[in-house]
Every structure is written in structure tokens, then in C-alpha cells.
């Protein structure tokens, strides 16, 4: 059974930090690049921030870039988004996506809210 679970999201003042992660379960991680999208109040859903299965290449919306850092420990099968320097449009239900690198397998976790505001 496939099973991605977000964690870490909460209430923040802006200019904090906070770290997602998203634990997988019931697929061969490795194999797959992953992602982290969002969907802001009366938004459409976006990317975020991609990690390469390896873990060699990253990309960021322009958005976060400088602020935001994504990583993944293989060995744990677990990506995680480093969120720093917070803005209140960084306000959204934030959620773990898994991308078969060969094959066209995608996953998604269930997402977990960020609120930046004072």
C-alpha cells in the first residue's frame, strides 16, 4: 500500500521557519523523483520545489528560490522542504508528490496546512 504523510506544517509568524517532511511507504523511493506542490486560498495548485531521485538536481519556483530548500534521505524513503524566511503568501496546504522516473506512476500525500501570518 502506497502511503505518502506530510508533517510539520502549523502556524507561523512571518519571517519564521519551518520544516516538512513527508514520510513514503509501499514504493521504491529511489526510484522516484519528488516534489512538493501547494494550493493556496482560491489558488491553483503549483510546484514548489523538485529533487531528483538521486538527489543530484533541484528546482525551485522563483517564488521560493533563496528561501526554500528540498532535500530526501533515501535511506529513510523521506523528502523534506526547509521553509525559512516565511511570507503570508506562503499560506497554503502544502503536499508531497512522487514521480516514477521511467514510468508514469505518481503518488500523492493527503498535504499539511502552512499559515504564515502574525
Known amino acids: 500500500q502506497v502511503q505518502l504523510v506530510e508533517s510539520g506544517g502549523g502556524l507561523v509568524q512571518p519571517g519564521g521557519s519551518l520544516r516538512l517532511s513527508c514520510a513514503t511507504s509501499?514504493?521504491?523511493?529511489?526510484?522516484?523523483?519528488m516534489s512538493w506542490y501547494r494550493q493556496g486560498p482560491g489558488k491553483e495548485r503549483e510546484l514548489v520545489a523538485s529533487?531528483?531521485?538521486?538527489?543530484?538536481?533541484?528546482n525551485y519556483a522563483d517564488s521560493v528560490k533563496g528561501r526554500f530548500t528540498i532535500s530526501r534521505d533515501n535511506a529513510k524513503n523521506t523528502v523534506y522542504l526547509q521553509m525559512n524566511s516565511l511570507k503570508p503568501e506562503d499560506t497554503a496546504v502544502y503536499y508531497c508528490?512522487?514521480?516514477?522516473?521511467?514510468?508514469?506512476?505518481?503518488?500523492w500525500g493527503q498535504g499539511t496546512q502552512v499559515t504564515v501570518s502574525s
Open positions: 529533487i531528483a531521485n538521486t538527489g543530484g538536481s533541484t
Open positions: 508528490n512522487a514521480k516514477h522516473v521511467l514510468r508514469k506512476y505518481v503518488f
Open positions: 509501499g514504493f521504491t523511493f529511489s526510484s522516484y523523483a
